[in-house]
């Protein structure tokens, strides 16, 4: 597939920097809008359609396109729901194919691969199941795209964990600071850049516009930004048993100095939470919080909470769309089969009451050659849509119209 990767270094592009006045706000929102429009008019162009798909023909997202890593326990929680029936497939899943698959064949087994951009947790649980012989069901239903470019398949995934947050499980701080990290186009970054890497970000989180963005998702760019060899840290104490949250890392990233953020995160990792937070304390210093300080808080914890009801709608509203859709499928469904129905029964009480005129005596007018008129004794052969019917007569059959025909003593 595809890397997006110059797709993306080529989104860049020369803005300056950015006033607070009405106008240029004004031009703010319409970047921005010009940069989610750029991902979604991909995503609906290479969007193939809703196809079952055989669980064996899934495979996981590649490094670059994976929103988050695998919870194994969370996929053991998701065995064991679907072991015990208490959870049904209630989210179409999301997966993107080469340009050359053919995704109606996909529900049969080696039909080709699809990469899973979204659910893969229920796709690990799936197919582990299978490999264990405890599958109910073979295949899923998956929203299938053709290769898309990183930042779209991101955007596609993110939309899918996020909103419908897969049995409920939803994304982490540490998980969505990764992605913002995937994305970032490099360690130093003009504000050029950082303005492109904002706006693809707020495409990718389904942020209004990049002022909103930063302002709920501050904290998370400032950790998106540490150097490589200290998020290795941050990686690693966040596997830990220490609650990892974007609460927790507020203090540290208040810290100017790269080396002592990453001195903090050493004793952290070796010497455990109290010295982690007496450092902490030693490099802000114990004094009070000025009043500039406790608003900053405040405003951290707003934005904070505001992100979280934010994605809880969204999560509402996806779950909604989801279920609409599956309720017009099986409304589809349902249509066609009445419809069929309607036929038949058409087709079977025409039948019986052509069958029933056949079983009846009938007479069919005739008019001889010489002016004659007389009702004859005839039989009905059939009976045509713009009213006419074959009828045999003693020496021969006649197409004639329905009103000469009649029952044997009809008047």
Partial sequence: MPSSDDSFTESLTDVPELSLDDGVETLIKAQDSSTKDTYENEAQKMFLGIFDVHIENLIPPSPKRASRLLDLEHVKFLMDSFQSGV?????ILVGMVPDDCDPSKLKMKGAGQVETLGG???????QGLLRRGLATITTVKMNIYSALSTCTALTVGWQHNVCLQEKQKPLSFIDKVRLMRQVRPSMHMSPTDMKAWKETLSSIFHVKDIRRF??????????????????AIVEEVSGDSVKITEKFFRPLLKIQSTEDIESCLNILRSKGLAEYNNKIKEFLGSRPLTKKRKQTDLEDDANEECSNTSEGLLEKYSKVVDELQMMKDKCSKLETENSELRRQLTEHCSKSKENSSKDKEIEAFWRFEDGREEWLPAKLIRKYANGECSVQYSDGVSRVRSSWVREVGQM
């Fill in 87 to 91: 959870f049904q497939q209630l989210t």
């Fill in 120 to 126: 893969n947790h229920t796709r690990e649980a799936l």
């Fill in 214 to 231: 930063q302002n709920s998702y501050g904290l998370h760019i400032k950790m998106a930004r540490l150097e490589q060899r200290v998020w």
